[in-house]
């Protein structure tokens, strides 16, 4: 079975700061990763998915993540964060094949301070 | 890009009634689609997996007498929330595996049992 660990349930950072939002998977076969990014009262918003190759993956809204094989990580970033990302942010993992079901990590409540 | 459309946004009836979700793929095919319940500040639960012209897959625990999935074409899965009680007030969520290997997300429906 799979499973997705955030690290950090809340991350609270000033705005033009640079973030990191940690996430840890444990699957026993290889899996496609995603970060999906939810505003308030709305549904789910891609902002990048690793599927093979290239290990560092960019995404929208200037956010990248990289996939850790051997740390079973795939962490989000952004070098420099605007009050507009305030947001949760949620990992996914799926198996690697395509239309499977997602499982979802607990979330990281990004809040961006002025 | 894939567009999933989800109706209502949100939604208020009495308990005892029924109430129908609907979740539409609209610029693409979707064979498979997903259904989750989000309560408040925690991530997305999968309820169920839903197939074209196929019954649909419960996840464990889940009542399928009580949330009834349909997936009658291509383009359409709809949620109905059967003798709705208070205790299934949620945000649910619809998702559809789209051409890349990714999943889109409808926006969501807040359903309020009084």
């Known amino acids: 079975a799979q499973s997705v660990t955030q690290l950090d349930s809340q991350v609270p950072v000033f705005e033009e700061a640079p973030v990191e939002l940690r996430c840890n998977y444990s699957?026993?076969?290889?899996?496609?990763l995603f970060w999906y990014v939810q505003y308030p009262n709305q549904g789910l918003q891609l902002l990048l998915k690793?599927?093979?190759?290239?290990?560092l993956v960019k995404g929208i809204n200037g956010f990248e993540a990289e996939f850790n094989k051997s740390q079973t990580s795939f962490h989000l970033r952004k070098p420099s964060v605007h009050i507009s990302d305030t947001a949760e942010y949620f990992c996914a993992v799926s198996e690697p094949q395509g239309a499977q079901k997602l499982v979802f990590g607990q979330g990281t409540r990004l809040t961006i301070n002025p | 890009g894939a567009v999933v459309s989800q109706h209502p946004s949100w939604v208020i009836c009495k308990s005892g009634t029924s109430v129908k979700i609907e979740c539409r793929s609209l610029d693409f095919q979707a064979t498979t689609m997903f259904w989750y319940r989000q309560f408040p500040k925690q991530s997305l639960m999968l309820m169920a997996t839903?197939?074209?012209?196929?019954?649909?897959?419960?996840e464990q625990g889940v009542e399928k007498d009580k949330f009834l999935i349909n997936h009658a074409s291509l383009t359409l899965s709809t949620l109905t929330v059967t003798s709705a009680h208070p205790e299934d007030s949620s945000f649910y969520i619809c998702s559809a595996g789209d051409r890349g290997y990714g999943y889109t997300f409808g926006s969501g429906t807040r359903l309020t049992v009084v």
């Open positions: 690793y599927l093979s190759g290239s290990t």
């Open positions: 839903s197939n074209e012209g196929s019954k649909a897959t419960y």
């Open positions: 699957s026993s076969v290889s899996v496609y």
